[in-house]
Nanobody, 118 residues
Framework: QVQLVESGGGLVQAGGSLRLSCAASGSIFSINAMGWYRQAPGKQRELVAA?????????NYADSVKGRFTISRDHAKNTVYLQMNSLKPEDTAVYYC??????????WGQGTQVTVSS
């Protein structure tokens, strides 16, 4: 099992930036890919960005964040980041880090709130 701890959320004005961090511990050798999901009030949880861990560092983004968000990894720190630029009020949500296997989130962090004011 993998333990995930997110940090970096907060309140920011529209157009601003935040960087989320997700530190992994435990059975990290088993991780193939990781991603950031978000869930806004009254909406389903959605995948925002994902990155492969075992090879290539390939990334994938939701259309709504392409060109604004960047996911990256630091193997030495067992950490995945989500750099969020040009934030919009509709980006307001709880953001969750997760390990991904077979296209499905397996291990989850506790979530971190991101609020973008207009």
């Amino acid at each position: 099992q993998v333990q995930l701890v997110e940090s970096g959320g907060g309140l920011v004005q529209a157009g601003g930036s935040l960087r989320l961090s997700c530190a992994a511990s435990g059975s990290i050798f088993s991780i193939n890919a990781m991603g950031w999901y978000r869930q806004a009030p009254g909406k389903q949880r959605e995948l925002v960005a994902a990155i492969t861990i075992t090879s290539g560092g390939y990334t994938n983004y939701a259309d709504s964040v392409k060109g604004r968000f960047t996911i990256s990894r630091d193997h030495a720190k067992n950490t995945v980041y989500l750099q969020m630029n040009s934030l919009k009020p509709e980006d307001t949500a709880v953001y969750y880090c997760a390990t991904i296997k077979g296209g499905v989130g397996v291990d989850w962090g506790q979530g971190t709130q991101v609020t973008v004011s207009s």
